[in-house]
């Protein structure tokens, strides 16, 4: 699993003029089972998206196609960890630690 922490590097009338193709962009994400949650900060400065994919690399490749990050007005922090405990309506992304 993975916290995907999204930090705005461009004012926020940049971001909203991206608005619509970024979240067409979390819907897709969201359809391919690939986003579990997401919003912004609050503070307005970026966002936080609950991911879960194969690999780093998988998600990273991801954030990059973000309209987002491809129209500059944002860069991501990812950070994998092990969901050893979830919540019952997440049991099935549920993580076992490494033997």
Known sequence: MFVMELTYTAPVDR??????????????QYAAGVFL????????????ILAVGDSREE???VAALDPFVTGGVCTYR?????????????????????A
Not at 37 to 48: E, F, L
């Open 15 to 28: 971001v909203d003029a991206l608005l619509a193709e970024h979240v067409a962009w979390l819907d897709a």
């Open 37 to 48: 949650a997401s919003g912004r900060k609050n503070p307005r400065d970026g966002g936080v």
């Open 59 to 61: 998600i990273e490749r």
């Open 78 to 98: 990812i950070t994998e960890f092990l969901a050893t405990k979830t919540a019952p309506a997440l049991a099935e992304y549920r993580q076992q630690l490494p």
